[in-house]
């Protein structure tokens, strides 16, 4: 497996090799998040279409990818998301809807709708969105496998109970067990932002 | 709480992914993932992506060995006095074509060879395989497709399919086949010999395809004069499986009429010879084209995003038309078609509604690149041999494409043939000096999937006009192929 930073050389510099590297290795990868968002509202040609338009859309940005930011593959993780978000808004007539954050979401449900939001709530929900993240990321490490493993699968790669079960060869209630009780640590832990 | 953890998760940055996706091996990651994501998904994914990047999409990896130089001199199968259609077409091989003297070989699964009167006697086929054995073990079985065999050289043609790959052991194997690419700048080259009686034939040149559970060989072996003829018992061995068979070889059958070999019908310089098999409750029907025109075949069938009318090739019959099934796995155009039976069903017709077909005609062309919001009338005509193309106007839209500003064009088409129907053309971008210079589009069908809709990804440093070469003119030819098969 060759590093981030030859892959990025070969992108720049030898684009078919470089492409056809990325595409062999995380195609499969890109799918799953794409397919996790879209697969409930869309049929195969539209999840086909978005994975190309990931994969795509970082060979564009093959000259600003900084790695010391995060990984190639964390770039293909976080461009799928994205792409995949905005082909579900507009597969399910939410296009012209504002970015609905997760703070803004809590924001809502104070009576404080996104209409009213000013800059400076929107920068500092961004902020605080950010540091949720981070660290919603340490809670999830700290549950230990394969709570985590479970968790990731679950909310970050959008799979069934079902399908998790037969990846960890798990029974499925054990898995509900697991996440339900796994949820709960990360309420505890987490505190006010749930 | 669910819903605000996954609105969490589709939130975070690239750290953070990072840190959260740490916690999974990438061996764990294969398992159970992926579902619906089959080989040909991932042909469709990777030759979308490439177009859109101005790029080749990469080939079937090919496999060389021993001193490939001398050898490719010495390939008499490749030369011009013998002409391989179909299968060699399909994987990268120069297809040569000429006015002949025309009589027919025609080997199954392989192609039709129509061989030149006065071709040196080198470059003849002599014999193909008595028969094609197969045999197993645990892990694989190797079966063998075909030989062909020259004055001095045989080609083998052999599949390998994997009894007990999970997809954990393909991305696996993939991955060592790259590793070693990059060390090495070459794969795997598999231990696969073919003996003539004792005498071992160890350096071959050919190529391998498929890539899934299924892989399919053509290799061809450089051999004594006097180790080739219909006495003689080769063996092919092959190390990595630990397998090996034994076949002998015959006269190849000639024929003096195509339709001597399967029902055929031709239009536009282009034959096609039906080979129907019938197995059971079923019908396999193989395609062997004999192509003298200017174009490619790039499809018998409807393919999920080309197609005419929506019409398809399907089997006619006594009860009613039949649709068909493909291979698990092919290269190029699919020939292999094939249907369920009933008992009741007779007077079988394969009926080809239409062909894809490409030629390698390009234009070199200069737009106007407009103000935003405003389009711009232009009807810039691109002339090509059977129809011309006209732009007729263009505009700049911000998220044309995936997202992105592109150059938005429609199309229009005046074809001058009515049953030679174009579908629509590649583009790419030209650098000011006027060489390729790649550039990424999509396109729009209409109804009948005809292009009438093209944006062109526009860069940084584009200014008022963009400088494009139009090349590959696609068409349907709508001549119907109608194959009587009988029964």
């Known amino acids: 497996m060759i590093g981030d930073e030859e892959l990025i050389r070969l992108l720049r510099d030898e684009p078919e090799k470089g492409l056809a590297y990325m595409m062999d290795n995380y195609l499969g990868f890109v799918y799953t998040i794409v397919s996790g968002k879209l697969a409930a509202v869309t049929g195969r040609e539209d999840i086909e279409e978005c994975t190309s338009d990931v994969f795509y859309a970082v060979f564009q940005s093959r000259d600003s990818i900084d790695i010391a930011k995060g990984s190639i593959k964390a770039f293909l993780a976080v461009m799928a998301k994205r792409k995949a978000i905005d082909k579900f ?20 449900e104070i009576g404080q709708g996104p209409g009213q939001h000013t800059a400076a709530n929107q920068v500092e929900a961004a902020v605080t969105a950010r540091e949720t993240g981070q660290e919603l990321v340490r809670q999830i490490k700290a549950l230990g496998p394969p709570d985590s493993e479970i968790f990731i699968r679950k909310y970050y790669f959008g799979q069934s109970t079902r399908a998790i079960a037969q990846a960890l060869a798990i029974k499925e209630n054990t898995i509900d067990k697991k996440i339900s009780r796994g949820l709960d640590k990360l309420k505890l832990a987490l505190g006010g932002v749930w | 709480m669910e819903e605000k953890m996954m609105k969490f998760m589709d939130q975070l940055e690239h750290d953070a992914t990072d840190e959260l996706l740490e916690l999974i091996e990438p061996e764990a990651m294969a398992q159970g993932m992926s579902e619906g994501l089959d080989q040909s998904a991932i042909r469709r994914i990777k030759d979308k992506t490439f177009m859109k990047a101005g790029l080749q999409p990469p080939a079937s990896p090919k496999l060389r060995r021993g001193p490939s130089k001398l050898l490719s001199q010495k390939m008499p199968l490749l030369a011009a006095g013998v002409l391989l259609f179909l299968a060699l077409s399909l994987m990268n091989f120069d297809v040569v074509i000429a006015a002949v003297n025309r009589f027919f070989s025609f080997i199954p699964g392989y192609g039709i060879v129509e061989n030149q009167a006065g071709a040196n006697e080198g470059d003849a086929i002599l014999y193909v395989a008595d028969s094609l054995p197969s045999v197993e073990n645990q892990e694989a079985r190797l079966s ?65 395809g498929g890539g899934s559970r299924k892989e399919s060989s053509t290799f061809t072996y450089q051999v004594a004069a006097t180790d080739i003829g219909k006495d003689i018992v080769y063996r092919l061995e092959h190390g990595g499986l630990g397998l090996s068979l034994e076949f002998t070889l015959k006269d190849v059958a000639t024929f003096e009429r195509l339709t001597d070999i399967g029902a055929t019908d031709v239009h536009h310089d282009i034959a096609i010879t039906a080979v129907p098999e019938f197995a059971g409750n079923q019908v396999t029907v193989e395609l062997y084209p004999l192509n003298k025109s200017n174009y490619q075949i790039q499809s018998f069938s409807k393919e999920w995003d080309r197609g005419y009318g929506g019409q ?22 699919n020939t292999k078609f094939t249907f369920a039976l009933g008992p009741e069903d007779r007077d079988l017709v394969l009926d080809i509604p239409f062909i894809l077909v490409q030629s390698s005609e390009y234009k070199d062309i200069k737009l106007p690149v407009p103000a935003e919001g405003e389009r711009l009338t232009v009807n810039r005509k691109v002339e090509f041999a059977d129809c011309t193309m006209t732009i007729v106007d263009v505009e700049v839209e911000n998220e044309a494409f995936g997202g992105e500003r592109a150059l938005v064009m429609n199309l229009r088409y005046d074809n001058k043939a009515p049953d030679k129907i174009m579908s629509g053309t590649g583009f790419m971008r030209l650098s000011s000096m006027g060489r390729p210079a790649g550039g990424g589009y999509s396109m729009e069908p209409d109804e009948n999937g005809i292009i009438t809709k093209v944006a062109f990804a526009l860069e940084k440093g584009d200014g008022r006009s963009l400088r494009l070469r139009v090349m590959n003119p696609a068409y349907y030819f709508t001549a119907p192929y109608r194959l009587h098969l009988g029964r």
Not at chain 2, 144 to 156: E, M, P, R
């Open chain 1, 89 to 108: 808004r507009r597969l399910t007539g939410q296009a012209n809807e504002p970015l609905r954050t997760a703070v803004s979401l809590e924001q809502e």
């Open chain 2, 144 to 208: 063998l497709q075909n030989a062909i065999a020259g004055k001095d050289n045989i080609t083998v043609l052999f599949e390998v399919e994997w009894k007990n790959l999970t997809e954990e052991d393909l991305l696996a194997k993939k991955q060592a086949e790259w590793e070693r690419l990059q060390k090495e700048d070459r794969l795997q080259q598999p231990e696969v010999s073919l003996y003539a009686g004792e005498q071992q034939y160890k350096d071959f040149m050919g190529s391998t």
């Open chain 2, 312 to 333: 398809d090739l399907s089997l006619l019959t006594s009860t009613g038309p039949k649709s068909y099934t493909l291979p698990e796995s092919f290269m190029g155009p």
